[in-house]
């Protein structure tokens, strides 16, 4: 919860570090041109998406990415009520499956 959202005050110190920072985010209209016309080229370039799909594909693949995924997934424990038996399930999707 923010100082804000408590009731406190925030120093003029801190305002200015959130305005900063929130200006350092938005582009200038040259900068907005620039990145949409390297979108539409990324994007109307079939043999660059297919390269690109493969990388994903084969970072999906990997054991790093295997490991991201296990360590975000949460364990479900299903309990069968006819047979007496509970299942440990180490994400939603496979306790779905």
Do not use: C, P, W
């Amino acid at each position: 919860m923010s100082a804000a959202a408590q009731g406190r005050k925030l120093s003029e110190k801190t305002k200015a570090k959130i305005k900063a920072g929130i200006n350092s985010i938005i582009f200038t209209s040259e900068h907005k041109k620039k990145l949409l016309n390297h979108l539409k080229v990324m994007h109307s370039n079939k043999e660059l998406q297919a390269k690109r799909l493969e990388k994903v594909k084969t970072y999906h693949k990997s054991k790093e990415f295997q490991e991201h995924v296990q360590r975000q997934s949460t364990i479900i424990e299903v309990f069968d009520v006819l047979n007496n038996k509970t299942t440990v399930y180490s994400s939603i999707n496979q306790a779905a499956r």
